[in-house]
């Protein structure tokens, strides 16, 4: 009897109603003769509400472990009421928190990663008939307390739930039909994509695409577990099905576009002298965690010139460690700017497409649309645009690059 693990996100969760649609699926799927365990998120809003309700009793770091405990109510008041609802149908279910489902965690409360999963209690209640819901974003460390995974955790939980209970499948329904080739919101032709590779994936997830958390995908790469990406409220089996590799003859010329629109940029012009500087910056950034997207440094007669993007939320951060950093150094100057935007193609063996370089400069200049810069990988092509640039920009790399190369209707789902 095939195993396994269905995530329902919060979108999914979000009203009485929406449970109980959620149920009836489950109970159809279950009844079907597959054994199933399922994973929730905190329903919609949730997570924000007790974030504020923490905020607003104390602003202070120092009570991490609390919020951590405060924060994992959220989904199990999910687990909960599914479960009931569940039992409502006369389906066996049972709710089961971090601690009850054997999630063990190791590293900070509010940022933890998954050490392991004792998986006898829910591969006992699957023998015994019992449909466990388990809460994502949460398992408990050393000390049995509870931690948080990260936003977008629950993506993570079910993926390492699928890993360590031999799954056939993990599959994590949302309210989009699955993994598109850019935002359908900012280009209204954007298609669906029935499959991807992890690496695909891994750098859609981290370049913008928001269907699935990036150390998710990264965690179903290493342990090679099969994804399937679908709306909550489909009945077909229509969505994205990610795995370790597909036939790269029916590969696009390109897969998808990553669209971020929280990046920031810090340029910092140096003497030559201490070309050093930018090894040294690197390494503290990364040393404090906070995360350089892109990179790049050029001499300018005796000056160096560094400059690097950061996430939108650790720009404070980043700027002021650079600016404590160079103080001492004389001859230095610092300038920051906020608004900016990467859009990202990407795509299996993108270095074989070095035409797309010139295509893509071409395509942007007529068009009017200055290119901060861009930087070229083995899978994605990066680029920095201003960020009102960024819906004409996207619109026209979509038409020239896929649509011209792939047409795929939208599901009717």
């Known amino acids: 009897m095939p195993l396994l693990v269905q995530k329902f996100g919060g979108s999914s969760l979000g009203t009485a109603d929406h449970i109980r649609f959620v149920a009836e699926r489950?109970?159809?799927?279950?009844?079907?003769?597959?054994?199933?365990?399922?994973?929730?998120?905190?329903?919609?809003?949730?997570?924000?509400?007790?974030s504020s309700l923490a905020q607003a009793i104390s602003s202070s770091n120092t009570f991490q472990r609390e919020?951590?405990?405060?924060?994992?109510?959220?989904?199990?008041?999910?687990?909960?009421?599914?479960?009931?609802?569940?039992?409502?149908?006369g389906v066996k279910s049972q709710s089961l928190n971090a601690h009850q489902a054997g999630i063990l965690t190791r590293g900070s409360y509010q940022h933890s990663a998954i050490e392991r999963i004792e998986t006898k209690t829910v591969l006992d209640l699957c023998e015994q008939g019992v449909v466990p819901i388990i809460t994502g974003f949460q398992g408990v460390n050393a000390k049995g307390e509870f931690t948080n995974i990260g936003r977008g955790g629950s993506d993570l939980t079910a993926v390492a739930m699928a890993h360590w209970l031999r799954a056939d499948e993990c599959q994590i329904y949302t309210d989009v039909d699955g993994?598109?080739?850019?935002?359908?919101?900012?280009?209204?032709?954007?298609?669906?994509?029935?499959?991807?590779?992890?690496?695909?994936?891994?750098?859609?997830?981290?370049?913008?695409?928001?269907?699935?958390?990036?150390?998710?995908?990264?965690?179903?790469?290493?342990?090679?577990?099969?994804?399937?990406?679908?709306n909550t409220k489909c009945s077909e089996r229509i969505g994205t099905c990610i795995s370790q590799?597909?036939?790269?003859?029916?590969?696009?010329?390109?897969?998808g576009i990553g669209l971020d629109r929280n990046q920031a940029k810090i340029v910092v012009r140096a003497p030559v002298a201490v070309s050093h500087l930018a090894d040294?910056?690197?390494?503290?950034?990364?040393?404090?965690?906070?995360?350089i997207d892109m990179f790049m440094q050029h001499v300018d007669g005796e000056m160096i010139n560094i400059k690097f993007t950061t996430h939108l939320d650790s720009h404070h951060d980043a700027l002021r460690l650079v600016e404590s950093h160079v103080s001492d150094i004389t001859a230095v100057s610092i300038s920051a700017a906020h608004a900016c935007a990467k859009v990202s193609l990407i795509g299996l063996g993108m270095q074989r497409h070095a035409k797309l370089l010139s295509e893509m400069m071409v395509l942007l200049n007529q068009a009017s649309v200055p290119v901060e810069w861009l930087s070229s990988f083995s899978h994605r092509i990066s680029l920095i645009v201003a960020a009102q640039d960024l819906e004409l920009c996207a619109g026209l790399m979509h038409a020239e690059f896929i649509q011209e190369s792939r047409v795929r209707a939208k599901p009717a789902c």
């Open 245 to 255: 590799s597909i036939c790269s003859t029916n590969l696009p010329k390109i897969t």
């Open 280 to 291: 040294d910056l690197s390494q503290l950034l990364l040393d404090k965690g906070i995360d």
């Open 67 to 89: 919020k951590a405990a405060l924060l994992a109510t959220g989904e199990q008041q999910s687990a909960a009421l599914l479960s009931m609802a569940l039992l409502s149908l």
């Open 179 to 230: 993994v598109y080739t850019i935002d359908p919101n900012v280009v209204s032709d954007a298609m669906l994509v029935d499959r991807l590779s992890y690496a695909e994936m891994l750098e859609l997830a981290r370049h913008g695409a928001k269907v699935l958390q990036y150390r998710s995908v990264k965690y179903a790469m290493r342990y090679n577990v099969p994804v399937f990406v679908a």
């Open 26 to 50: 489950i109970a159809k799927t279950f009844q079907g003769g597959t054994r199933l365990v399922v994973v929730v998120s905190a329903m919609q809003g949730d997570t924000d509400r007790l």
